[in-house]
């Protein structure tokens, strides 16, 4: 059997060593804050090969999409033409499977490119090493789903990624500086890998807008999500005393639940629970699922403590789909909840008008809710494709960016667009001049 040396024909960089120096020390909760182009990827690659010849298991290198995770990953090539994939030697390589984007290894290893937007193709399989790429623009769910398996399989993970603001991205690193017994984070910005040449750093200045450069040169968290749609709203939630957005939202057993929900089977199904109390929205709970009937949701429904009210149901689930011959709300009826639904689909522009008023009326529980409220934050406008505004600035059309986030968003928009005041006694419409 021939010797192979890993890591393959590549070396770590100067800049990179520290980071790598951990993974060879034991280390197997890494976050790299690295900025663009100082080869993230490839180092955390190159690791997953490494360790594949040391542990036969499942390797996987997960992007935020399928599609992202070929192009990046699968068919990613450095700068001397050379493919990431030479990471694994040629030798090493029993089969290549294009479609799956997978290779079996001699030794019993394989390895994985996954999109974190297949969530469901995640559960139940068992790997032993991750890569969670660009974890700021992931669906946070799929790390919840992975951890603990990473975990009872004593296995790693790296997160190598460039700042997207406050998000479940800064949450993550906060959670490994507090943890530095077992976690390794480090942030490298241009000053610190000078792999930039100073003219060509000066011309991205000019170019991109201030807060897009800091970010991706710099690794600021302080850009905001541009185009997000309730960055006013939650920000504001935020900064109120006490904050609306907490651990202090208490669930009141004597009083109903009210379910705000936006459906799907091979998608994403979203469930929020709220109660109303005074003139206050109360959101209690948060449930996301895909791949889930509506049998078994009712018994998730059912586990819980709460009294049931009455299920706010899309305008769609009066539709017959090939699952079942009844409807999602003719099969809830069936279960004995109590259903309700507009009888004419709600524009889209409305509904964001509504989520961001009644927004004002919120109170939401931080833990149980940590996942619908990352998605609310990442729920953004599309870009305009290669165009730039006055000031350079990003422009964006008014319609939603179709991604994990869209559907908690539309959960929440069922829910808050279905409050008809007068159901519910004490409960009163905003002051209207809140709207902005
Ligand atoms: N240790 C290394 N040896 C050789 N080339 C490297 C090394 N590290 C980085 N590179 C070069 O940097 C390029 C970018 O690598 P990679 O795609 O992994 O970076 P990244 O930080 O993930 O980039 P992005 O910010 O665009 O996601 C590679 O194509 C490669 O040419
Ligand atoms: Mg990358």
């Given at each position: 059997m021939p010797q192979i040396a890993m890591p393959h024909l590549w070396h770590p960089r100067v800049y990179q060593e520290k980071a790598w120096g951990a993974l060879e020390n034991g280390i197997k909760r890494v976050v790299l804050v690295w900025h663009r182009r100082t080869g993230k990827d490839l180092t955390a690659l190159n690791w997953i090969a490494t360790e594949a010849f040391r542990r036969p298991g499942m390797y996987w290198h997960l992007l935020p999409t399928f599609s992202q995770g070929r192009r990046v990953i699968w068919e990613g090539m450095d700068h001397g033409g050379r493919p990431f994939l030479d990471a694994f030697p040629k030798d090493a390589i029993k089969r290549k499977l294009e479609q799956q984007m997978q290779l079996e290894l001699h030794g019993g290893s394989k390895f994985q490119v996954v999109?974190?937007?297949?969530?469901?193709?995640?559960?139940?399989?068992?790997?032993?090493?991750?890569?969670?790429?660009?974890?700021?623009?992931?669906?946070?769910?799929?790390?919840?789903?992975?951890?603990?398996?990473?975990?009872?399989?004593?296995?790693?993970v790296i997160f190598p990624y460039t700042p997207r603001g406050h998000n479940h991205g800064w949450d993550l690193l906060e959670f490994a500086r507090g943890h530095k017994d077992r976690w390794f984070s480090e942030i490298l910005t241009v000053d610190d890998t000078n792999i930039v040449p100073p003219e060509m750093l000066a011309e991205e200045k000019e170019m991109l807008p201030k807060e897009i450069f800091e970010q991706e040169y710099y690794c600021s968290f302080n850009a905001s999500l541009v185009g997000a749609y309730y960055k006013e709203q939650l920000a504001w939630m935020e900064t109120q005393d006490p904050p609306r957005i907490s651990d202090n939202v208490s669930w009141l057993p004597n009083k109903p639940v009210i379910c705000g929900w936006d459906l799907g089977f091979a998608d994403m199904a979203v469930c929020w629970f709220a109660q109303v109390i005074g003139s206050e929205i109360r959101i209690i709970d948060f449930e996301q699922a895909s791949g889930r009937t509506v049998d078994a949701w009712a018994k998730v429904l059912r586990e819980k403590p709460y009294t049931y009210d009455v299920m706010k149901l899309p305008y769609d689930s009066s539709q017959h789909t090939m699952l079942s011959q009844y409807s999602v709300e003719e099969q809830f009826t069936s279960l004995g909840f109590n259903c309700q639904r507009p009888f004419v689909p709600i524009p889209l522009h409305e509904q964001h008008a509504t989520v961001r008023l009644l927004l004002r009326q919120c109170w939401i529980h931080k833990t149980m809710c940590k996942l619908g409220i990352s998605a609310l934050r990442e729920y953004t406008k599309k870009p305009v494709p290669g165009q730039r505004g006055p000031n350079n600035e990003q422009l964006y059309q008014d319609v939603p960016l179709h991604n994990w986030a869209s559907h908690p968003a539309s959960g929440l928009a069922t829910l808050l667009c279905a409050f008809q005041p007068e159901d519910y006694g004490e409960f009163k419409q905003p002051d209207a001049s809140y709207v902005v």
């Amino acid at each position: 059997m021939p010797q192979i040396a890993m890591p393959h024909l590549w070396h770590p960089r100067v800049y990179q060593e520290k980071a790598w120096g951990a993974l060879e020390n034991g280390i197997k909760r890494v976050v790299l804050v690295w900025h663009r182009r100082t080869g993230k990827d490839l180092t955390a690659l190159n690791w997953i090969a490494t360790e594949a010849f040391r542990r036969p298991g499942m390797y996987w290198h997960l992007l935020p999409t399928f599609s992202q995770g070929r192009r990046v990953i699968w068919e990613g090539m450095d700068h001397g033409g050379r493919p990431f994939l030479d990471a694994f030697p040629k030798d090493a390589i029993k089969r290549k499977l294009e479609q799956q984007m997978q290779l079996e290894l001699h030794g019993g290893s394989k390895f994985q490119v996954v999109g974190s937007d297949e969530i469901d193709r995640l559960v139940g399989a068992n790997p032993v090493g991750l890569v969670m790429s660009e974890y700021p623009l992931q669906n946070p769910a799929a790390w919840e789903l992975l951890s603990p398996i990473i975990a009872s399989n004593d296995g790693f993970v790296i997160f190598p990624y460039t700042p997207r603001g406050h998000n479940h991205g800064w949450d993550l690193l906060e959670f490994a500086r507090g943890h530095k017994d077992r976690w390794f984070s480090e942030i490298l910005t241009v000053d610190d890998t000078n792999i930039v040449p100073p003219e060509m750093l000066a011309e991205e200045k000019e170019m991109l807008p201030k807060e897009i450069f800091e970010q991706e040169y710099y690794c600021s968290f302080n850009a905001s999500l541009v185009g997000a749609y309730y960055k006013e709203q939650l920000a504001w939630m935020e900064t109120q005393d006490p904050p609306r957005i907490s651990d202090n939202v208490s669930w009141l057993p004597n009083k109903p639940v009210i379910c705000g929900w936006d459906l799907g089977f091979a998608d994403m199904a979203v469930c929020w629970f709220a109660q109303v109390i005074g003139s206050e929205i109360r959101i209690i709970d948060f449930e996301q699922a895909s791949g889930r009937t509506v049998d078994a949701w009712a018994k998730v429904l059912r586990e819980k403590p709460y009294t049931y009210d009455v299920m706010k149901l899309p305008y769609d689930s009066s539709q017959h789909t090939m699952l079942s011959q009844y409807s999602v709300e003719e099969q809830f009826t069936s279960l004995g909840f109590n259903c309700q639904r507009p009888f004419v689909p709600i524009p889209l522009h409305e509904q964001h008008a509504t989520v961001r008023l009644l927004l004002r009326q919120c109170w939401i529980h931080k833990t149980m809710c940590k996942l619908g409220i990352s998605a609310l934050r990442e729920y953004t406008k599309k870009p305009v494709p290669g165009q730039r505004g006055p000031n350079n600035e990003q422009l964006y059309q008014d319609v939603p960016l179709h991604n994990w986030a869209s559907h908690p968003a539309s959960g929440l928009a069922t829910l808050l667009c279905a409050f008809q005041p007068e159901d519910y006694g004490e409960f009163k419409q905003p002051d209207a001049s809140y709207v902005v």
